[in-house]
């Protein structure tokens, strides 16, 4: 599946600063124009693949606190 996000890259003096507007957190930085945006690519790689594992991580979390079933027959005491 792909997806599409809004880069947003600015020379700030020497330097171009980039960031994706949809997700917080994914921002670099770059001397070039071409190493900014290779900056952006891998650092929304990385904060897709950390929001993935994190997800997985919370639905794994909250079967696991579910409670279980348990089968079996009523048994009275004499």
């Given amino acids: 599946m792909e997806?599409?996000?809004t880069a947003v890259i600015e020379k700030r003096g020497q330097w171009?600063?980039?960031y994706v507007e949809e997700i917080p957190g994914v921002n670099t930085?770059?001397?070039t124009l071409a190493e900014a945006r290779r900056n952006l690519?891998?650092?929304l790689r990385?904060?897709?693949e950390t929001n993935r594992r994190?997800?997985?991580r919370t639905q794994q979390e909250?079967?696991?606190s579910r409670p279980r079933r348990t089968h079996g027959c009523r048994?009275?005491?004499a």
């Fill in 3 to 5: 997806r599409e996000f």
């Fill in 16 to 18: 171009y600063v980039a």
């Fill in 29 to 31: 930085q770059g001397r």
């Fill in 41 to 43: 690519r891998e650092a």
């Fill in 46 to 48: 990385l904060i897709l």
């Fill in 54 to 56: 994190q997800q997985l």
């Fill in 62 to 64: 909250r079967r696991d």
């Fill in 75 to 77: 048994m009275r005491a």
